[in-house]
């Protein structure tokens, strides 16, 4: 898993022989380790001493590479850590019996959204068939084939991302009901198809409602993601649904909605469960 952790007595009592000792009240007390890799937070007055703290820290927690933690942006989604120690970031990710295959210095995996990899596990039913648009290297949908036994159509435009998508289908041995498609999901040519659709993206994904009402079947379900301001709460994202989709003739049906985690300063990242129907 993905965890935080409290600083342990032995990073504190090695650092102290080589810091001065106002730099070791700022030592990071929480960090993520997703596999062997792990990302830690550093504060700008550890700079200079980066690089010894970082291999003290994966020595005493043995992991093989230490990244700096910093932002997720972009189309992709990717991350852009700085590297600390070690050289490789590629690592395999074990939660909730998944194995997720990733370079973590590029992709993003967010412990934060734990729940909700849990959770699609859950809803999954077998034999239905899951449309992910926003695939990443099976973040959600994996969890579906594996444990849900769903028929999965996997969708990520970024050739990086998708290597690793491929490589997880395999590694988890899905490979009879998930088939990944490297390309944008606006050029999915798959309509009426899907009992279930993710749609796992945050800040624009409002724009892909039109094609996700299309690849939907009649009845089926949509999970909606999205990054809201919190003075929009509750009426939105939902809001925003329901509008584009009763311009494109459909009527919605809100089922279930869970804030997955704080996204920025008074932002937050929601999902909504939406059933669709024809007008
Ligand atoms: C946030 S990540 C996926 C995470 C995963 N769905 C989750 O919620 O944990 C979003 C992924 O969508 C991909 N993506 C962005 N735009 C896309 C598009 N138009 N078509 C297909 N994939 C896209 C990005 O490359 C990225 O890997």
Redesign the pocket.
Known sequence: MGKTQLIKPRIREILSRELPGELIQMLPKHWVQIGDVLILPLRPELEPHKHQIAEVYAQVLGVKTVLRKGRIGG???ETNYELLYGNDAITVHVENGIKYKLDVARI?F?PA?VK?RVRMAKVAKPGELVV?????IG??SLPMAVHGKARVIA????PY?FRFLVENIELNRVQDRMTAYNI???DFPGEDIADRV?M???GKTHEFIPKALSIAKEGAVIHY?NTVPERLMPREPFETFRRIAREHGYEVEKLNELVIKRYAPGVWHVVVDVRVFKK
């Open positions: 189309e992709f989604r993003m967010s959204n909700e992910d648009m926003f695939a990443g973040h959600l969708i990520e435009k970024s991302t944008d999901n606006r993710l796992g993206y945050v993601h």
